[in-house]
């Protein structure tokens, strides 16, 4: 049975927003078959050269894209790092884990979360966003998450001893963020490393209260400037039905930057941008500002008015807006990460 998530949505934006020449279907999520074989997964990757790299300040890649009037800054200039771990994309053989040399799973990578999601950063930091052997989001096993998180923990060190003692950003969305929970927890927290980390942005995924209680120095951010610290959303529409049994959890509001229930309204929202085709490289389209409000409920969801047009069509039948997480944010979270990295900045001087 084939079924198309919303990250499988997510890759049809080109073909709601861009002619009919640079359409393309909808890619739909094959589930694994059998149960995880650690003896059939793919080749691990090599971090020591650029192949299994889908983001570098030194190399043209789809974390460089910017809005139609939006400065690209020089990344090699940046003073701070981000390792950017991406959302897993819908993966076209039966299989538990992606192998990192297919050059069509290599290509939705680029041209959707790196595209949508690291690219918002490229305004504060120099991009480093790892190829890495991610779990099928059609399935869900321990060991194939275990291995995929072994490959980000082994670029992460290879990223940590090319860069040094240079400050840097966690950032990830859905099963990478989580992959960011397990590095915080088994690499990060409690080690000189947690010194130089500006924040973690940990996007769609839940972030419990509970898993931040037993973090030893890493709490939840509460303003636009605090660093050493986690930012993380989970959003949906307004109207849609409240969660069930939800762990108390974290809900960064990504319009104000606090974690209160207090709506951000349209006025404040600096603007949504998201992909405008599948070619590459392709005509750049303006953020659109003043879109939607957004607040966080008591179960700790971020409720978002309804964005219309193209927006609007990528919500899951349930209000999902898993899809457009961090498209919705765009430029409140570039803005973020720059004022962000300007209070870290200046706490050292």
Not at 93 to 100: F, K, L, M, P, R
Not at 300 to 308: I, K
Request: glycine letters at 8%; proline letters at 9%.
């Amino acid at each position: 049975m084939r079924r198309t998530t919303l990250f499988g949505m997510a890759l049809a934006i080109g073909a709601t927003l861009a002619p009919a020449t640079a359409q393309r279907a909808v890619t739909a999520d094959t589930p694994p078959a059998g149960r995880f074989d650690a003896a059939s997964v793919p080749s691990a990757p090599d971090y020591a050269g650029p192949a299994n790299w889908a983001s570098l300040p030194w190399i043209r890649d789809d974390g460089d894209m910017t809005p139609q009037g939006v400065a690209e800054p020089p990344q090699l200039k940046a003073p701070v790092d981000v390792f950017f771990i991406h959302s897993p994309v819908p993966l076209r053989g039966a299989v538990w884990n992606a192998d990192t040399r297919d050059v069509w799973f290599n290509g939705d990578v680029g041209q959707t979360t790196l595209r949508n999601h690291a690219s918002a950063f490229n305004g504060c930091c120099a991009i480093y966003a790892p190829r890495y052997r991610q779990m099928n989001p059609a399935g869900d096993d321990p060991a194939a998450r275990e291995l995929a998180y072994s490959d980000v923990a082994r670029a992460f060190a290879v990223f940590r001893t090319r860069v040094g003692d240079r400050p840097f950003i966690l950032a990830g969305h859905g099963e990478g963020a989580r992959i960011g929970q397990m590095l915080i927890e088994r690499v990060i927290e409690g080690q000189p490393v947690a010194g130089q980390m500006v924040a973690a942005y940990l996007v769609g995924t839940p972030v419990t209260r509970d898993w931040l209680a037993a973090r030893r120095g890493v709490a939840a951010c509460s303003s636009a400037t605090d660093t050493g610290c986690v930012v993380s959303w989970v959003s949906r529409s307004e109207e849609s039905k409240r969660l069930r049994q939800r762990p108390p959890t974290l809900c960064t509001n990504p319009i104000s930057w606090t974690t209160g229930p207090e709506a951000a309204p349209r006025s404040a929202h600096r603007g949504a941008w998201m992909r405008n085709g599948a070619e590459f490289p392709e005509a750049p389209r303006a953020p659109d500002a003043g879109l939607v409000s957004a607040r966080c409920d008591r179960d700790g969801v971020l409720r978002v008015s309804d964005p219309g047009g193209a927006y609007a069509e990528l919500a899951g039948p349930d209000g999902s807006f898993a899809a457009l997480d961090i498209p919705l944010f765009w430029m409140d979270l570039r803005q973020n990460a720059v004022e962000r990295v300007a209070a870290f900045l200046a706490a050292r001087r």
